[in-house]
């Protein structure tokens, strides 16, 4: 049995070895029939040996004080161990175990017992210690060595025990054959529950790298394969959004550069033909364009250092209220023109921030002009508050508002919002997604709360104190 379990087990090895690398069904469900199989065979083995051995242990402590009884009598009827045997033969409850005893007289000599035994006849005194010492009227007549179990003998009828045996081995083989049998429809079951979630995976995957982006499968589960299949989904979402913003990204480029590129074409045709007459207003016309390519190159070189993690920062500590004080100064006179009132509200004893001043400047100076852009009436209003181990700078406006399907994608480059919205002629449209980069550069995040009618709120959150975020080149402050 150990050699045909030790050939099984070879077998399967080399066909799970030599298997195909995508056939990881076919190697699941050999491993769970090898293991299944395996499992009951061992456990059918170490079921018969145990029930043979206890079942030998009953044996010798039943019979033998039957048999042991029985010779005594037999002794002290005759006083003698001659026609022992024959006695034991004719009996036929002892019958069967009349070849299995060794009886031994008081001299060690062999009366009963195979050619083994009586080839050590007369056998050593040192080995009767384990042996029942049969006694009459006090005195040992004889010894009865312990009995061994053994089947019976192709011709000879086995006796209620060995039949007993022969049952439990035979429903121990019949329970494995079963056991086995479950083992290889329940691998064939969860091999195909496991790959299958694969197998979408992989076609999904070979779909989006043919360009099929925003495909989805399945989550079957809540394991590890179904986490894994949710933050495929994931990835391919954020692909297909990703390569839709990147063409509209592209197109919206290409449109704001067109239009300067062709009003400087226009004005220089017009300068060469003596169309238009070269005034300083002409030139000035021509420079103001000319400005706005020129940021619009700025900005875009902004956002790609940003986005390789090599955006320079010289950082020092700043109050955050003395932030915001510099930047109100800066729009206080084009507040007062628009008819705004602008406030700065910053408590007494915030910790300080650790950031550039100047990078952060722009991002307040991008904030604050989007808000007299959209604004109205009302007020602008720049605020500073701590929060934990944080800093927030929110500025806060009263003006038309943005409406709840644009929120999500404020920050985006080139994004149409409304017209409530909408970028002038001065903006290259990158204001609030270079805002973005240049917060989070500095290991912070920037969001935004509106409501149509209601105004909007930008607040930034950095960190308080000299917390240098990673990833981003740094210049100390001189």
């Known amino acids: ?15 799970f070895l030599r298997s195909p690398l995508r056939a990881l069904a076919w190697k699941l469900t050999f491993a769970f029939v090898l293991v299944g199989v395996l499992g009951v065979a061992l456990v059918a083995a170490l079921i018969g040996q145990r029930t043979r051995s206890e079942f030998d242990r009953f044996l010798s402590s039943r019979d033998q004080r039957v048999l042991a009884q029985a010779l005594t009598d037999y002794y002290s009827t005759h006083q003698s161990w001659e026609g022992a045997q024959a006695m034991l033969a004719a009996n036929p409850g002892l019958a069967y175990y009349s070849r299995l005893i060794t009886l031994l007289d008081t001299q060690g000599n062999v009366v009963i017992g195979n050619r083994l035994a009586r080839r050590r006849d007369p056998f050593p005194q040192g080995e009767l210690r384990e042996a029942i010492a049969l006694k009459h009227n006090d005195q040992v007549i004889g010894y009865l060595l312990p009995l061994r179990w053994e089947p019976p003998l192709p011709d000879r009828a086995a006796p209620p025990e060995a039949d007993f045996i022969a049952r439990v081995l035979g429903a121990a083989g019949t329970s494995a054959l079963i056991a086995a049998g479950f083992a290889i429809v329940l691998s064939v079951v969860l091999a195909r529950a496991l790959s299958q979630p694969i197998r979408e995976l992989t076609a999904a995957t070979r ?25 495929f989904n994931q990835m391919s979402a954020d692909l297909a959004r990703a390569s839709q913003m990147r063409k509209q990204m ?8 067109r239009t300067p590129l062709s009003i400087l074409r226009g004005y220089t045709e017009g300068l060469t033909e003596g169309r238009l007459p070269a005034t300083p207003q002409t030139f000035a016309v021509m420079h103001d364009e000319v400005e706005h390519l020129q940021r619009l190159v700025e900005d875009l070189r902004v956002l790609s250092l940003a986005d390789a993690g090599e955006l320079p920062l010289n950082r020092r500590s700043v109050d955050p209220a003395a932030l915001l004080e510099r930047t109100g100064l800066a729009y206080i006179v084009a507040a007062e023109q628009h008819g705004l009132a602008l406030r700065v509200e910053a408590p007494e004893g915030l910790p300080s921030i650790h950031v550039d001043t100047d990078r952060m400047t722009q991002v307040l100076n991008n904030l604050v002009s989007n808000a007299l852009r959209h604004t109205q009436s009302g007020e602008i209003t720049l605020q500073a508050e701590s929060a934990g181990d944080m800093v927030r700078l929110s500025v806060r406006d009263s003006g038309a508002g943005i409406d709840p399907a644009d929120l999500p994608y404020v920050f985006d480059r080139f994004y ?31 969001s935004v709360a509106s409501a149509p009618g209601q105004g909007a709120t930008f607040t930034i959150t950095l960190p308080a104190g000299k917390i240098k975020p990673p990833r981003h080149k740094e210049h100390a402050a001189q």
């Open 1 to 15: 049995m150990r050699a045909a379990l030790s050939a099984l087990f070879r077998s399967f090895a080399d066909a």
């Open 207 to 231: 779909a989006i790298a043919g360009g099929k982006l925003g495909l989805r499968v399945a989550v079957r589960s809540r394991d590890e394969i179904g986490e894994l299949a949710a933050a």
């Open 250 to 257: 592209t197109a919206d480029l290409a449109h704001d550069l």
């Open 416 to 446: 149409r919002a409304d017209k409530a919205r909408q970028r002038d002629g001065d903006s290259s449209g990158l204001g609030l997604a270079i805002a973005k980069a240049i917060v989070e550069a500095h290991g912070g995040s920037i």
